[in-house]
C-alpha cells in the first residue's frame, strides 16, 4: 500500500474502532468478540508504529496507556471548579428552595442527579478532540492528567454529531465495586495492604505515573456538567442529552440517574428513593445534587465566595448500627500476613447481614480500644467492606475482656514477626506454614497465574491431606493413580488435571513469575521485570540498584525479590520448574538486529511516543544494552519532556551525544 492508502486504513480502523468501543462500553451492546475487538487494535497498533506519522492523538491505542508522567504540571481552570453547598438535612433543602423563590419570580424546573462519590474532572475538547483533562484541585488550578484519562474507555477521545468547537465538559471519575474488589483481592494475594474504599483508590490512581498500570484499573466515569462560551443550550437537563449524543457517557434517565422535577416533593421522592437504593449500584454515591435547570435562572441566582446559589448537594449519611463484638480470630493469609477479624453478632447493614468484619491489624484494634463483649458501631466502607468504627463505651460490660493480640501463628504456632514500618503480623514458617503452602498452590493455579483446568482449592487441599503437595513444584510430580482415586474425582477429571499440568509450560514468563507467589510482585510488577530482565537467572542475579531501575519498582519490591531468590528452598523449587520445562525466558526474541551493538544508552525524561520500558526493550531488541546512570562510557543519552537538570549537565559535561526520541526511532529504523 502506498502512504494514501495507509492513511485511509488507519483512519477506517479507527472509526471501527470507535463504534464498537461505544456500543461495548457505552450501550452495553458489543457486537463482535473481545477477540475480534484485539485483531483491529493490534492492526492500529501495528500500522502507527511502521507509520508514526499517522499516529493520532485520538487514536483507540492510547487507551492501552505505556506514557510516564513524572510530574503533573498545574494547569488554571478556564472556568472555576467550585464547591457545591451541601446538607444532611431535608428541611434545608426546603430552605434552600424557598431562598430561591424569593430571588426570581421566574417559575423554576430542577434537575435531580446522583452525587458521585469519584474525583471531579473538567475536560476540554478542541474541534471535537480531547486536548486537556484537568483535577479540580483547589478550585481555581487543578493537575493535567490527560494521559492518565486517556485511558478511561467510557470518555471519548474523538466526539461525533454537532459538538462545538471549543467547549468543556466535567463529571465524575470513579472506581466501580467490582473492580474495587478484584484490586484488593490481587493486593491481598501479593501481601500489599488493601485499599480504603474505591474514592480514594480512583484518586490515586488517576495521579499514577504509568498510565498503562491506570488503563489497566478499569476506571469509569460520569460526565454531564457543560461550560462554554457560545454553548447553545438554555438549560442543563438538554445539554446532557446532547452530550450522550457526541459520544459521552451521561447519566441514564430512564434508571432515574437523573430526572427534572418542579417541586420540592419531586426532589425529595428522588432523595428517598437513593437512600435506599444506593445499596444496588455497582458504584459509589454519597448523596444527590439538586440544581436549578434553566441556564438564565441560573445567572440571575448567581454565586456565593465559595458555590452557586442554584445547586445544593444532599448527603446521605453513613448507616451505622450496634452489635457485639463476640470474639476475634486470626485469618492466615498466602503470604503469611495474620489479619484479625471480628466475629460479630448478625445484624442487618445496608441490605446484607453482617456477620464479620475485618480489623486490619494490631494498631487498629489499639486505636479503637476494642474489648470481647462490647457493643461496637459497624459501617460499610465504602458502601462495600463492612467495618468496626467505633465502641460504644456506655454499654461496656464488667465482664468485657480486653483483646489479646497473637503472638503466634493459628495454624502452625511458629512465633509472628512484625517488621519495621509495617502494620501487619506475619507467620514467617512459609515453607512449612499449612495455611501458607496451600495459599501459595492456590495462587500458583489461578486464571491469572498458571491457569490449570481440573484443579481447585478443593483438589488442593485433599491432595495436601495425602502428602501429595508441599511446594508449587510437587505439582509436576503427580501421578494418575494419586488423582484418580480422590474423593469426587473419576478418569476424565484426573486426564483433565494432567493435561492442564502439560498445557501450563506454554503459559508465558511474565505470567509464571507472577504465579510463584513473590511478594509484592503482582501481574504488573512481573510484566515490568520480564520486560527488563532477559531470563529469570538475570533476574534472580539481580542487584538491588539493578532492580531498582526498573520503572515503578522501588525499595521494598527490590528487597522482596532479593529474599525471594536467597531462600534455598525456593531455589530448589525454581530449579525443578526450570527442569519440568516452564517458561523462564522472555517471550520477546532479544537482539532483533545488531544496529546497537557495543553502545550503552541512558534513558531519561517523558517521551511522547514510547515509554521509557518500551524505548529500553527496543535498545535491546536491537543489540544495545542500558545503564542506569551517566558515565564517560556512555554512548547516547535519549532525552525527553522534563529531564532532569543535573544529568543533562553531566552528559553535556563528558560531551556525550543527547539525542531526542525521533533521532533514536531513525538510528533503528
Known sequence: ??????????????????????????????????????????????????YSEFAYSYSPTKR????????????????????LSNTYAEDEIIEWENRIKKITSDEIEYVCELKYDGVAIGIRYENGNMVKAITRGDGIQGEDVTNNVKTIRTIPLRLKGDFPLDFEIRGEIFMPHDVFKRLNKEREEIGEPLFANPRNTASGTLKMQDSAVV???????????????NLIFDNHFSAVEKAGEWGFKIPPAPKRFIEKSNSIKGIMDFIHYWDKERYNLPFEIDGVV????????????????????????????????ETLLQSVSYQVGRTGAITPVANLMPVALGGTMVKRASLHNQDQIEKLNLFVGDTVYIEKGGEIIPKVVGVNFMKRSADASPIIFVTNCPDCKSLLVRKEGEAQHYCPNEDFCPTQIKGKLEHFIGRKAMNIEGLGAETIDLLFEKGYLNSISDLYDLQFDQIVNLEGMAEKSANNLLQGLQDSKMVPFSRVLFAMGIRHVGETVAKKLVNHFENIHALSDASKEELMEVDEIGEKIADSIISYFLNPNHLKTLDKLISVGLQFQNEKKLNQSNKLEGKTFVVSGVFETFSRDEIKLLIEENGGKNVGSISSKTSFVIAGDNMGPSKLKKAEDLNISIINEEDFRRMIS
Do not use: C
Not at 502506498?2 to 486504513?9: F, L
Not at 505505556?66 to 478556564?78: L, M, N, S
Not at 488503563?215 to 466515569?221: E, M, Q, W
Open 290 to 321: 439538586i440544581k436549578v435547570n434553566d441556564y438564565k435562572t441560573q445567572k440571575e441566582l448567581g454565586f456565593t465566595a465559595k458555590s452557586p446559589r442554584w445547586a445544593i448537594a444532599f448527603k446521605f449519611k453513613a448507616e451505622r448500627v
Open 1 to 50: 500500500m502506498n502512504k494514501i492508502e495507509i492513511k485511509e486504513e488507519i483512519d477506517r480502523l479507527i472509526r471501527e474502532i470507535e463504534f464498537h468501543n461505544h456500543l461495548y462500553y457505552i450501550e452495553s451492546k458489543p457486537q463482535i468478540s473481545d477477540y475480534e475487538f484485539d485483531l483491529l487494535l493490534k492492526r492500529l497498533q501495528d500500522l502507527e508504529n511502521e
Open 215 to 229: 488503563s489497566a484499573r478499569n476506571l469509569d466515569s460520569y460526565l454531564y456538567g457543560m461550560y462554554g462560551d
Open 64 to 83: 492501552v496507556g505505556g506514557d510516564i508522567t513524572k510530574k503533573f504540571e498545574t494547569v488554571v481552570h478556564r472556568f472555576p471548579m467550585l464547591s
